[in-house]
């Protein structure tokens, strides 16, 4: 069955990076798009970042243009989001997801991992 499982969350202070990790199973990444998504405390979630199967190409929020980027590597199926200069208004918990179709399209999520930036 699909599954994808996030990790790479934990506490920065504002202006480090981190690097999210989604292994992915039950599918192939290089055929779907992957999507990162974050919920922040008393916010909706929102998309943040995708990858899309045809050449790789990638699209982001604003909120993180230049500063985040999301990359896959077909090989070990597992899409990275690396997060540069991070603030305080990142704080969220982030999700990878994808739309799979297998007998039926269905979106999947992972259980999330929470990135906190604080001093």
């Known amino acids: 069955q699909v599954q994808l499982v996030e990790s790479g969350g934990g506490l920065v202070q504002p202006g480090g990076s981190l690097r999210l990790s989604c292994a992915a199973s039950?599918?192939?990444?290089?055929?779907?798009?992957v999507s990162w998504y974050r919920q922040g405390p008393g916010k909706e979630r929102e998309l943040v970042a995708s990858?899309?199967?045809?050449?790789?190409?990638?699209n982001y929020a604003d909120s993180v243009k230049g500063r985040f980027t999301i990359s896959r590597d077909n090989g070990k199926n597992t899409v990275y989001l690396q997060m540069n200069d991070l603030k305080p208004e990142d704080t969220a918990v982030y999700y990878c997801?994808?739309?799979?179709?297998?007998?039926?399209?269905?979106?999947?999520w992972g259980q999330g991992t929470q990135v906190t930036v604080s001093s």
């Open positions: 039950g599918f192939t990444i290089a055929t779907y798009a």
């Open positions: 990858i899309f199967s045809l050449g790789g190409v990638s």
């Open positions: 997801s994808a739309l799979v179709t297998l007998r039926r399209t269905d979106r999947y």
